[in-house]
């Protein structure tokens, strides 16, 4: 179109090109820039080349303007401010209707300006194509150093991950843009430095223009002027164009999960050493110990896999354990400086927020454009009842942050885009959360099943176009997974103390009136009663999702039930329900009992030690998921009358499930005997103290005595999961013997036993497998009994020591009626 008279024509490309001192390189990129441009000018128009001259100290300004050719522009700057500020200089003065950024040094070739200008023309709405090194198609030519190669792609990576998704490569030196669109987007931009590009074409995508990647030939050039600190800059530069992308919801919601999370657990966070969750049972004392001694195998090399200072002298297999390796092992400086309650409070708070915020990024993504109902979704996910019920005394199956990830890069694969990484990555969170919890990984991956199972018999399309890139990235991740665990695995299965398959309580399942009830801990609507009824322990808890949220669930299918997500998310939540039942279940109110489907998969491998019950967990982030989508809905609901009555819905079916903190008590004080050592001289190297009854998974209190005298005696008996017999059955706690058997017994009926020789001649044997260098019994019901017949077993009495009575098993080391003599 000929421009009016009178005003300057305006030139169809405008070339910018920033440049400090570069009088040696500039030469002959501006003759090959005008010689090329110049060539084919039917196909270009007129042409402007813009030099930014950021405070040059060589006489780059001077070349610049001894070429006498009005094409050829000069802008510059006051002193040395940085390629941005360069280049925002220069883009600024330009007039053309496109506007190619290119380095001065012309690594990728001017020809290149074709690929670029193809792209452009081609793309449906594009106002960048931008040449790319990292794309199928581009070549390279003289490669750079291996380091600065290396920092390169750690930093595209880096940008990918935070400030620019998506892009393969930002810093290729060769951008061809829409001209106003440059124009408006430099003008936009504050960083002065190498982020620049970032913060422009993080511009563009945030204003919801697509931008074209283009692979390009490049080769390098000498003379670069990034030095080693600018890449540190550049870095500064990234994470401040990344915290400006960041909406403040997207760091208020995790804030105030912290919160929830702080409030749920307030009874003890603040003195985690002195305070004990009671409805943790037996369960804050073994994960203390757990974490104790990992910490304390790790800092004296020994193998995380096993210890025998529980079970002594057979040990415990920790890998069969769920010690959290994952967790344990990397806090174990922690656990060596704090110690192991303060541990676990931080991994238990910090891990259900931070499993919070994750299901909030996934929903964000997927489902849910409003923050809104992105945090309630996700405040579901993390803190139904079943959630809080475990998060008393379970940190495996409340530190669940890698299980959205992992459905996240389930979901990349099904793209197809990046099988290959995707897979690889997938791999490693899987292995990852193998070391966090199996079981956990297992119920994710029943989820995931279930949810596409259901997703591909409403979009067959989409199962079959996702079908083999995921079969692929699934096998990829396999190949990177296995050989990492294999070996742990190995250890757990078959290695020593290992065991196969355990009994769990024969109420371990769900009955339909637990999934329509409410939880003992829900502050409005808990039922404290009802919740012991229908489960087992406080501890396990597992469904008690009450009826509101049942009612409201429906109605959201009901209403959305022709979007495809929201029917897969349904099915998967009461496909998880209905296994959760267990092998039969009853019909309430009737006599009828039916077939569960869990006899399908009771008896297969790995299910076998799944505690049925919660498989209804799988529930809580499918009815976050839903809620999140209903309420993403609503809130676009007009007239606002709608929007409100339904709101209303939500918040009388989301409010009786609010949970109150957790019952804390004053932890019960360690007796003198073990807190100022006094056990040392009771205790030989290779020998063990043995607590009067021996722990067991209903008294576990000596392993608090344990972790609080630093690991330094062994234990018989204990809490954990350990074999039985010659079949290697797997049991709470260790092997019974009969001198165990028998001190559980006095302590459970207080009834004083006839011993006779018999009795005594087994606990001398059991005493001696022990090798048991003193008897402690602590101040507990039923003591007195207790006191009896160790004193009729052992033929001494004890003495009153440190706030304990102590049997001291050796002989001829302290004066006594009637020394035993072990065998």
């Known amino acids: 179109m000929p421009e009016a008279a009178g005003l300057p024509e305006v030139p169809g490309l405008s070339v910018v090109i920033p440049a400090y001192n570069e009088r040696h390189r500039l030469t002959p990129t501006l003759d090959a820039l005008a010689a090329y441009l110049s060539a084919d000018e039917p196909r270009w128009g007129s042409w402007e080349i813009v030099v930014a001259d950021d405070g040059s100290s060589d006489g780059t300004g001077d070349l610049v303007t001894a070429r006498r050719d009005p094409r050829i ?71 750079q150093h291996r380091v600065r190669e290396l920092l390169g792609r750690a930093g595209n990576a880096l940008i990918r991950r935070t400030a620019l998704p998506g892009i393969h490569d930002t810093q290729c030196g060769f951008k061809l843009y829409d001209g106003d669109r440059a124009r408006e987007a430099y003008a936009a931009s504050r960083v002065n430095g190498w982020g620049i590009d970032v913060e422009v074409l993080r511009h563009l995508r945030d204003a919801g223009l697509p931008v074209a990647e283009v692979p390009v030939h490049w080769s390098h050039r000498p003379g670069s002027k990034v030095g ?31 919160l929830l999370s702080v409030a749920l657990y307030s009874g003890r966070f603040f003195d985690p050493a002195g305070r004990y969750l009671p409805d943790s049972l037996r369960d804050q004392n073994q994960w203390e110990w757990f974490f104790a001694v990992t910490a304390d195998n790790v800092a004296h090399l020994r193998n995380p896999l096993f210890t025998d200072l529980q079970g002594f002298p057979d040990g415990v297999n920790l890998m069969a354990n769920t010690v959290m390796l994952g967790m344990s092992v990397p806090l174990a400086p922690l656990t060596l400086a704090a110690g192991p309650a303060v541990t676990l409070s931080l991994v238990m708070a910090l891990g259900l927020a931070a499993t919070a915020a994750a299901w909030y990024w996934l929903i964000v993504k997927y489902l849910a454009r409003s923050r809104i109902a992105a945090f309630l979704g996700a405040a579901l996910a993390a803190f139904a009842p079943p959630m809080v019920s475990h998060a008393h005394a379970h940190p495996n199956f409340v530190v669940l942050f890698m299980v959205p ?76 997974c296995l050989p990492l665990i294999v070996y742990p695995l190995v250890w757990q299965f078959a290695g020593p103390q290992s065991y196969t398959g355990i009994e769990h309580n024969p109420r371990s399942f769900n009955s339909p009136l637990a999934l329509l009830s409410f939880a003992e801990r829900s502050w409005l609507a808990g039922d404290a009663d009802t919740a012991k009824a ?35 998310l349904a099915c998967t ?49 499918a009815l976050g998921m839903l809620l999140a989508v209903a309420v993403d809905r609503l809130l676009a609901v007009r007239p606002p009358v709608a929007r409100y009555v339904g709101l209303l819905g939500v918040a009388l079916a989301l409010l009786p499930l609010v949970p109150a903190p957790l019952r804390a008590v004053d932890r019960a004080e360690v007796p003198p005997f073990i807190a100022d050592g006094t056990w040392t001289s009771y205790v030989r190297e290779g020998e063990s103290l043995v607590p009067v009854p021996l722990p067991d998974p209903s008294d576990a209190e000596a392993l608090h005595w344990q972790t609080e005298a630093g690991l330094g005696f062994k234990l018989p008996g204990g809490y954990f999961n350990g ?51 003193v008897l402690v019994l602590a ?21 009153w020591v440190g706030g304990v009575w102590v049997w001291d098993l050796h002989e001829g080391t302290r004066p006594r009626a009637a020394p035993i003599t072990l065998p």
Not at 91 to 112: C, F, K, N, Q
Not at 779 to 799: C, F, H, I, W, Y
Request: charged share 25%; glycine share 10%.
């Open 573 to 621: 939540a009461v496909a998880a329900a209905f296994l959760s039942l267990g092998r039969e279940f009853r019909i309430p109110l009737t006599g009828i009992t039916l077939p569960g489907p869990w006899e399908l998969l009771a008896d297969k491998p790995l299910f076998e030690a799944v505690i049925e019950s919660r498989v209804a967990m799988i529930c809580a982030p």
């Open 723 to 773: 074999p039985y017999g010659d079949e290697r059955l797997g049991i709470y706690g260790a092997e019974p013997r009969f001198t165990s058997n028998l001190l559980r017994e006095v302590r459970n009926t207080g009834e004083i036993p006839p011993v006779n020789d018999s009795w005594r001649e087994q606990a001398r044997v059991d005493l001696a497998y022990w090798k048991a260098g």
């Open 405 to 480: 990830l992992i459905i996240d890069r389930a979901l990349r694969l099904c793209a197809g885009t990046r099988v290959v990484r995707d897979g690889v990555v997938l791999g490693l969170m899987a292995a990852y959360q193998v070391f966090l919890g199996e079981e956990p990984l297992l119920l994710t991956a029943l989820g995931m099943l279930l949810f596409a199972a259901a997703y591909a018999v409403v979009r067959r399309d989409a199962a079959r176009e996702a079908r083999r890139p995921l079969l692929r990235g699934v096998l990829i991740g396999a190949a990177v």
């Open 779 to 799: 101040p507990q019901p039923n003591d007195s009994a207790l006191r009896t017949t160790v004193e009729k077993l052992v033929g001494v009495s004890g003495k």
């Open 73 to 143: 522009r000069l802008v510059t700057g006051e002193g040395n401010r940085g390629k941005g500020h360069a280049l925002r200089l220069g883009v600024a003065v330009s007039r053309g209707r496109r506007v190619l950024v290119t380095d001065a040094d012309l690594a990728t070739p001017i020809d290149e300006l074709e690929r670029l200008d193809k792209a452009l023309g081609e793309g449906e709405g594009d106002c960048a194509a931008i040449g790319s090194r990292s794309v199928p198609g581009a070549t390279i030519g003289s490669r």
């Open 534 to 568: 229908l489960a087992f322990n406080t501890t396990e808890q597992n469904a008690f999702y009450g009826w509101p949220l049942a009612l409201l669930a429906l109605a959201i299918v009901v209403r959305l039930r022709k979007q495809a997500p929201v029917g897969a």
């Open 228 to 258: 080693p600190l600018d890449y540190v800059r550049a870095l500064t530069e990234i994470t401040r164009i990344a915290a400006r992308s960041v909406r403040p919801a997207d760091v208020f919601a995790p804030f105030l999960f912290l």
